[in-house]
């Protein structure tokens, strides 16, 4: 059907950038909103940043002014720069998006995930 697949993660010092990069594929008519959520370990997963398919955008007020989110809706795919990272951004980073597949069809789908960790 519909797959997910995240990238760009990796291990930064404090106050270094990443850019993720998340890439859907499948049986797609359409790609609705698409956002990054992360889990840190011992906490529950937040919603980092969303974007719709129009360009409108929404951040967790923790990365307001220092993550950015962008999509390319030719190739169904949602980015994540992230700048002057700090430890507490270490987590886990999931991809979502809400896809349509038919006229009649549509769903919720997750990515796997990427790590990043931020040492100070």
């Known amino acids: 059907q519909v797959q997910l697949v995240e990238s760009g993660g990796g291990v930064v010092q404090s106050g270094g950038s990443l850019r993720l990069s998340c890439a859907a594929s499948g049986s797609i008519f359409k790609v609705n909103a698409m956002g990054w959520y992360r889990q840190a370990p011992g906490k529950e997963r937040e919603l980092v940043a969303g974007i719709t398919s129009g360009g409108s955008t929404n951040y967790a007020d923790s990365v307001k002014g220092r993550f950015t989110i962008s999509r390319d809706n030719a190739k169904n795919t949602v980015y994540l720069q992230m700048n002057s990272l700090k430890p507490e951004d270490t987590a886990l980073y999931s991809c979502?998006?809400?896809?349509?597949?038919?006229?009649?069809?549509?769903?919720?789908?997750w990515g796997k995930g990427t790590l990043v960790t931020v040492s100070s």
């Open positions: 979502n998006a809400d896809v349509i597949l038919t006229t009649y069809y549509a769903n919720n789908y």
